[in-house]
């Protein structure tokens, strides 16, 4: 594997601790998944020999090979078509689709095929399919490859949707993924690709299964704080400290929730930290109508409605197309956006 | 092995050698005043120059992105000449080349790759659509707009064709099956050009299929013709011969034009990690500009001062769209709720109110912008 090895150490039940960035931690995942399970298959476009494009499958065609792991002619709808029948023969598929906006011509075999065929055959055919997809925007890229999709697959039902937010949640959600015997998509935010952290590699397959405690669907408080609850996941997460830290000097002490599943969502987490604060902003980069936003909005209300002290405000990406490089940071829920969100809400 | 691999290197229409030389093709007969000759090679040189001053503003951070068109110039210029004024292209995102020969400005193209914009230009007027990025979703497009061409009526000797360009890569899409299918059921007045440039990003060809891709188009009841990719008289005269068969109503054809892409995929790519050298050397020796000027030069068309005199243009308009790309406008953030619906749309005008009150605020405050 190519990161250094810094900082590396021994971690609470001999687990090795190492440093190293996002986009190294799923290929480490990757990696793992691909050792400890041989009927893991990676594929996708560019994965192989290029190690895709951000270089996610790096070195791990070289290790496991042409049969393990492979480059597939260009067509999205292809690849999920091919990972549901690869399921159906007992394969535990994790295909990558290469940027979020070229999952739409893929969203047959998404929602009609792969979602619902564990449903249709009554169990008898799963789906322990991961779809890789790298998401949200924040890189400047061009047009299609700054989607927030979340929203639309946390709508199907037979769907489970995943967003990390640093490489260790990185590296064990991805192996939580792969390991459920569900369709899961893996949204990985591309713009915290680089960002360096230390990861507790898994120990042997013995206690993998539990991947570090978190159960599926279990957020995490990122940040600890009584006066509001701020509501992320993917990139928006960092934001959020970043606001929790600026708000910290003006004595407001914000917490942070990275809610990390979006479906299912961990409503006993989200109901207990606004029950605490009494005040939620939820921060995402979708446009706002329709958007997960209003899902975690409304399980607030329904949960807590007693104990909130203002509504919950939204914070999220505009009613409009993705725009433009350029465009893209006064699109993105700004950190003064966020902060006028978390004024309204004390001041209610 | 199958049986594919062990077929000799199919027929490929080369009406202009490496060396220069001019060939005779029974189906594809070119005659072509010197003039025109002058004109192709002078396109050639000032889309390569384009080319390479966008690929310079990339690196020097004036672009976001920029996807070359390095050694794919006769492809593009000798089908973009074949076009007349009232016919409909489809690009995808390389053909700058065509965009060229329609009329669209390099600073147009720029507005784009610098994120300015996320189009630059009004397809009617130019005929000339938007670039597409979605792979293969254009040439469904290409079908539906030639399907109108026919309930127009405006097909004959003088009517309208559609082109559609596309890649290599693009050909495994389900789209574009699809508009091969369409096109071929209901007859529809368009060409498929596909510029095989030998790679889509890291995956060669054989990744994409296991027949030549202009064969493709036999199985879809349509015929289908290799060219010589690196030669612009084929292109031309190919893609003239097969647009005046969408014309006149005799439906689509498929041209592979057989080239290869010097440059990285975009920008953003690194191909060393996928292709070797000594493939790209190979290609060198087919440049598709050196050809025609030694061919211009041994058919004493063109002299020294014709050269020289391209050679100002292209340093000349080298250094204006240099300029033109530095002085494009910052784009207004509240342009982005602009024509987001053709009717008046009171949400998105109120959203657009609160983020204008938003970004007074800091005007007001005299802060340093936003955060
Ligand atoms: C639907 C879709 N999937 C994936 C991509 C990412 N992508 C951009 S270009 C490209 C390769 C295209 O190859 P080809 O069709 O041969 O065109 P070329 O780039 O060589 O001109 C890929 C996979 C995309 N733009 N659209
Ligand atoms: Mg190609």
Not at chain 1, 111 to 127: F, T
Not at chain 1, 206 to 221: F, L, M, N, Y
Not at chain 2, 295 to 308: C, K, M, P, Q, S
Request: hydrophobic share 40%; net charge negative; charged share 25%.
């Amino acid at each position: 594997m190519t990161e250094a090895l810094v900082g590396e150490g021994r971690g609470a039940n001999g687990a090795a601790l190492v440093e190293m960035t996002m986009q190294q931690a799923i290929n480490r995942a990757l990696d793992t998944a691909l050792r400890e399970d041989p009927a893991t298959l990676v594929f996708g476009e560019d994965v192989g020999r290029l190690g895709g494009v951000f270089r996610v499958t790096d070195g791990l065609q070289a290790a496991y090979g042409q049969n393990r792991v492979f480059d597939t002619p260009l067509a999205e709808s292809g690849i999920v078509g091919l990972a549901v029948g690869l399921a159906m023969n007992g394969w535990r598929p994790i295909p990558e689709l290469q940027f979020d906006g070229f999952a739409y011509p893929a969203v047959d075999q998404i929602v009609n095929q792969m979602a619902r065929m564990h449903y249709r055959s009554r169990g008898a055919a799963s789906m322990p399919i991961t779809v890789r997809l790298p998401s949200f925007g924040g890189i400047q890229a061009p047009e299609h490859h700054g989607e927030s999709l979340e929203a639309l697959f946390a709508h199907v039902p037979g769907l489970k949707v995943v967003a990390p937010s640093d490489p260790n949640d990185a590296y064990r959600l991805l192996l939580q993924s792969i390991r459920s015997d569900d369709p899961v998509i893996y949204m990985e935010p591309k713009a915290r690709y680089w960002d360096r952290r230390q990861v507790v590699l898994d120990g042997a397959r013995a206690q993998a299964a539990d991947t570090g405690g978190d159960p599926i669907g279990a957020s995490r408080i990122a940040r600890p704080g009584r006066h509001a609850t701020l509501v992320a996941w993917g990139a928006m997460v960092h934001r959020c400290l970043r606001v929790a830290e600026l708000a910290a000097e003006d004595g407001v002490d914000l917490e942070v929730l990275d809610l990390r599943w979006l479906k299912p969502i961990d409503t006993d987490g989200l109901a207990a930290s606004v029950s605490r604060t009494r005040r939620a902003v939820v921060v995402h980069e979708a446009p706002l109508t329709a958007g997960l936003g209003a899902e975690v909005s409304s399980l607030i209300t329904e949960r807590v409605f007693c104990d909130l002290a203002a509504p919950v405000q939204r914070v999220t990406g505009f009613d409009v197309p993705y725009p433009a490089g350029p465009l893209e940071p006064q699109y993105l829920p700004t950190i003064d956006r966020i902060l006028l969100a978390v004024q309204r809400t004390l001041e209610f | 092995m199958s049986n594919n691999t062990a077929q000799k290197q199919p027929e490929l229409v080369q009406l202009l050698t490496p060396e220069g030389e001019l060939r005779r093709h029974p189906d594809y007969p070119i005659d072509i005043s010197a003039e025109e000759m002058r004109g192709l090679y002078r396109d050639l040189v000032l889309v390569r120059r384009v080319d390479t001053e966008a690929v310079a503003l990339q690196r020097q951070g004036e672009l976001g992105l920029w996807a070359s068109l390095l050694g794919q110039e006769a492809a593009q210029i000798g089908s973009g000449r074949a076009l007349r004024p009232g016919d409909m292209a489809f690009p995808s995102y390389r053909e700058h080349g065509v965009a060229w020969c329609r009329g669209i400005r390099p600073r147009q193209l720029l507005s784009m790759f610098r994120g300015v914009s996320n189009g630059g230009w009004d397809p009617h007027e130019y005929g000339f659509h938007l670039y597409s990025i979605v792979i293969a979703s254009q040439t469904l497009h290409a079908t539906g707009y030639a399907m109108g061409v026919q309930r127009d009526g405006a097909l004959g000797a003088d009517g309208t064709a559609v082109i559609c360009y596309f890649g290599d890569g693009a050909t495994s899409q389900g789209d574009t099956s699809e508009a091969f299918n369409f096109a071929a059921v209901n007859n529809a007045p368009v060409v498929f050009f596909c510029q095989n440039n030998q790679w889509a990003i890291s995956e060669p060809p054989e990744r994409q299929a296991r027949v030549p891709l202009y064969r493709r188009a036999a199985g879809f009841g349509f015929p289908g013709v290799r060219i010589d990719g690196n030669d612009v008289l084929a292109s031309l005269a190919v893609t003239r011969a097969a647009l005046q068969h969408a014309r006149e109503g005799q439906g689509p054809m498929l041209i592979e034009a057989f080239t290869y892409r010097m440059g990285a995929h975009t920008t953003n790519d690194d191909p060393s990690r996928y292709r070797v050298s000594a493939e790209l050397e190979e290609w060198r020796s087919k440049d598709p500009i050196e050809r025609v000027r030694t061919h211009l030069t041994n058919e004493g068309i063109a002299d020294d001062a014709f050269f020289a005199e391209v050679d100002a243009e292209a340093e000349s308009i080298g250094e204006r769209v240099r300029r033109e790309c530095r002085e494009l406008p910052d784009p207004d953030p509240l342009d982005i709720f602009h024509e987001v619906y053709a009717e008046p749309n009171g949400h998105i005008d109120r959203q657009r109110a609160d983020f204008a009150d938003y970004l007074a605020s800091f005007e007001d405050a005299d802060a340093e912008g936003v955060r």
